[in-house]
């Protein structure tokens, strides 16, 4: 099974509650916050895009009526970084990211203080107009190419066991051709898709598997990934019959190419970390760790992290360490990229590195990844805690890989790249300290 942005959202339910607060008067002083003016737009930009109808949220949020019942909830969720869903602990490592989902700290304060304030509407006037919504429209823009998973719907019945199926699909590609941006989605049925993995199947067997964001992935100039003629899809679906009644689904993939004839200078890599076969979780223990290592041969740029593991994943932090040796003592230097420190089996999701902060790793690095298990029950989604667990597929298995997505570069392309990521990192400073 493939990890891949999560699409669906299995037991959402269980993330938000009614509250009771007192029905609140539309008369407002200057200092409250209210959902009008402050809350409406933090939903837009941030929660609308699931919590609309007949999408994978379990509730829509576009209207004071709608969020009104919820607002103690909000609060808690948005407190605890649960929702919206963004689980990289934002206080160590890296903290820009191109498809960063999570709020600002200034934007949680708000909703919080809008809830103790008692929720109040504010001027009706102050509210944003509303989002128009497109599902038919892709984030990556206009794409060269779409492939669909199956030429009819699959049918999934209201209830039952999970299903994990893959689908071979022809691209119909006639020539090689770097692909510029990706984007993977449901194109009918999402609520039943947990998640989807998708690789590309070369003519002589080969591939590379396909890791994106929730919002599609975009290459930086100069760099994109490989799509050979005669390419076929592999979609691998997770399936969770969970909704009461039988519904259709189906998945697509778009491409967007470089033009043809263009070589990017950089070929993005996707390279699966850990071997969790040996998988070990003893019954009733928590914090179980389990550490993959992978050594980098060249110079290289890092775009992507994805941590992957079930319902008794707990955390999973990325390292790398440096062939070099520490200044301040006898060993390796050695820095932390991300934590995902409140992995949720139920998104599953692609952490992509902003571009001026993309890790440059020189020959030599180890990425290193350490990931935590909890298979006691204090796991709300452990069902089975006095059950040792192993390596499987199914969701009561589990897991512990990660996905990374890098491109290697010359010596002398990393020394520049590192030579203008210091230059950059000093006119900042400079910058900070004129203001």
């Known amino acids: 099974m493939k990890a891949m942005w999560k699409y669906s959202a299995v037991l959402m339910a269980m993330m938000l509650s009614s509250s009771g607060l007192d029905a609140q008067s539309a008369t407002t002083t200057p200092q409250e916050v209210t959902f009008t003016k402050d809350v409406a737009p933090i939903l837009q930009r941030s929660c609308q895009s699931c919590h609309r109808p007949d999408n994978i949220a379990p509730m829509p949020l576009l209207t004071y009526e709608q969020a009104r019942p919820w607002a103690k909830s909000i609060k808690e969720k948005v407190l605890l970084r649960i929702m919206p869903p963004w689980y990289i602990d934002p206080n160590v490592g890296i903290r820009k990211f191109k498809n960063d989902g999570g709020l600002s700290d200034q934007e949680i304060a708000t909703i919080v203080k809008w809830v103790d304030g008692g929720a109040p509407r504010g001027n009706p006037t102050d509210m944003p107009p509303p989002l128009v919504f497109d599902d038919s429209k892709w984030k990556i823009g206009e794409p060269d190419l ?41 194109v009918k049925g999402a609520r039943v898709i947990h998640h989807i993995g998708t690789s590309l199947v070369y003519p002589d067997g080969g591939g590379q598997a396909v890791i994106q964001a929730k919002n599609g992935n975009v ?33 697509a993939i778009a491409f967007k190419f470089h033009p ?6 950089f070929v993005a890599i996707t390279e699966l970390m850990g071997d969790d076969s040996e998988l070990d979780l003893p019954p009733n223990t928590d914090n179980i760790r ?23 994943g707990k955390a ?47 020959a030599g690095s180890v990425l290193h990844f350490t990931s935590w298990h909890n298979n006691t029950s204090s796991n709300k989604l ?10 499987g597929q199914r969701s009561i298995d589990d897991m512990s890989v990660a996905w990374v997505t890098y491109y290697n570069m010359s010596e002398e392309e990393f020394k520049q790249a590192v030579a203008e990521r210091n230059a950059t990192s000093k006119q900042n400073l400079s910058s900070k300290l004129a203001q």
Not at 290 to 312: A, C, E, G, Q, V
Request: with cysteine.
């Open 316 to 362: 999973m932090c990325l390292e790398v360490i440096y062939p070099e040796k520490s200044k301040k003592r006898d060993g390796s230097r050695v820095e932390l990229l991300s934590c995902a420190n409140n992995f949720n089996f139920n998104w599953m999701m692609a952490y992509e590195y902003a571009s001026d902060v993309q890790p440059l790793l020189p």
């Open 260 to 265: 043809k004839g263009y070589v990017p200078k």
């Open 146 to 186: 779409i492939v669909q998973m199956l030429p009819k719907d699959l049918e999934i019945p209201g209830s039952g066991p999970d299903q994990w199926r893959n689908f071979l699909a022809d691209s119909g590609l006639k020539e090689d051709r770097y692909i510029k941006a990706v984007e993977v989605k449901p």
């Open 219 to 251: 290459f930086d100039d100069g760099s994109g990934r490989l799509m050979k003629a005669g390419s076929k899809v592999n979609f691998g679906l997770h399936i969770h019959a969970y909704t009461g009644q039988p519904t259709a689904t189906n998945v």
């Open 382 to 391: 452990n069902l089975d805690p006095d059950n040792w667990i192993g390596y």
């Open 290 to 312: 389990t550490d993959s290592y992978l050594i980098m041969s060249k110079p290289t740029r890092l775009l992507t992290f994805t941590p992957h593991m079930h319902t008794r």
